[in-house]
């Protein structure tokens, strides 16, 4: 398969933590990307696999892969933290990228 | 701070071609830790990876796409492009130009900069 696959929306309450996952055959082979998105805003890379977070990135991003999963977990969110949030990775039959339908993150 | 600036007609008709173009700033499109890419957005959906040309003019595209679409780069301006012919009211997108970081491991998926995007409407 060549295809991401997200929840369309998760929930967490102010200071929790909380896990966005990812599952596509391609996460086997490839790391995944994630991206926060805010409303009018262009998407912003958050992290890369498990160790490769940009500057500028809180640390309470972080990132972990098993299997055919990728997730994103936020330790301790804040309300900023509210936006869409969209994994991608490379496809493993091409050279081509992939995005997943996206996670909209409610914080309560 | 790098910057990508999109530029290009905010209404295109159906049937003719969609031309955007990403000014880049502060870094060259010709440096070899990085690709440039586009990446659309239709209202209210989900992101759709179109296309990337390497530092040295090699392309990628989107299966879905690649009949109708062209990448190219102009190092003279710092510039590259896109090209999306034929184009319908499927086409209805915010577009995206974004730098992506393939130096260090960080791969072909790292999508590190991006533009503001422009709206681009297809109707006659």
């Known amino acids: 398969s060549s295809e991401l696959t997200q929840d369309p929306a998760v929930s967490v309450a102010l200071g929790q933590t909380v896990t966005i996952t990812c599952q596509g055959d391609?996460?086997?082979?490839?790391?995944a990307g994630w991206f926060q998105q805010k409303p009018g805003q262009a998407p912003v890379l958050v992290m890369v696999?498990?160790?490769r977070r940009p500057s500028g990135i809180p640390d309470r991003f972080s990132g972990s892969a098993s299997g055919n999963t990728a997730s994103l977990t936020i330790t301790g969110a804040q309300a900023e933290d509210e936006a869409d949030y969209y994994c991608?990775?490379?496809?493993?039959?091409?050279?081509?990228?992939?995005f997943g339908g996206g996670t909209k993150l409610t914080v309560l | 701070q790098l910057q990508l600036q999109e530029s290009g007609p905010g209404l295109v008709k159906p049937s003719e071609t969609l031309s955007l173009t990403c000014s880049v700033s502060?870094?060259?499109?010709?440096?070899?830790?990085?690709?440039w890419a586009w990446i659309r957005q239709p209202p209210g959906k989900e992101l759709e990876w179109l296309a990337t040309?390497?530092?040295?003019?090699?392309?990628f595209y989107s299966p879905s796409l690649m009949s109708r679409l062209t990448i190219s780069q102009d190092t003279s301006k710092n510039q590259f492009s896109l090209k999306l012919k034929s184009v319908t009211a499927a086409d209805t997108a915010t577009y995206y130009c974004?730098?992506?970081?393939?130096?260090?491991?960080?791969?072909?998926?790292?999508?590190?900069?991006w533009g503001q995007g422009t709206l681009v409407t297809v109707s006659s």
């Open positions: 974004a730098r992506v970081r393939m130096g260090g491991g960080w791969g072909f998926q790292a999508f590190d900069s």
């Open positions: 502060t870094d060259s499109i010709t440096n070899s830790n990085y690709y």
């Open positions: 040309i390497s530092f040295n003019g090699n392309t």
């Open positions: 391609s996460l086997r082979s490839f790391s």
């Open positions: 696999g498990k160790t």
């Open positions: 991608d990775c490379r496809d493993n039959s091409a050279d081509r990228v992939i």
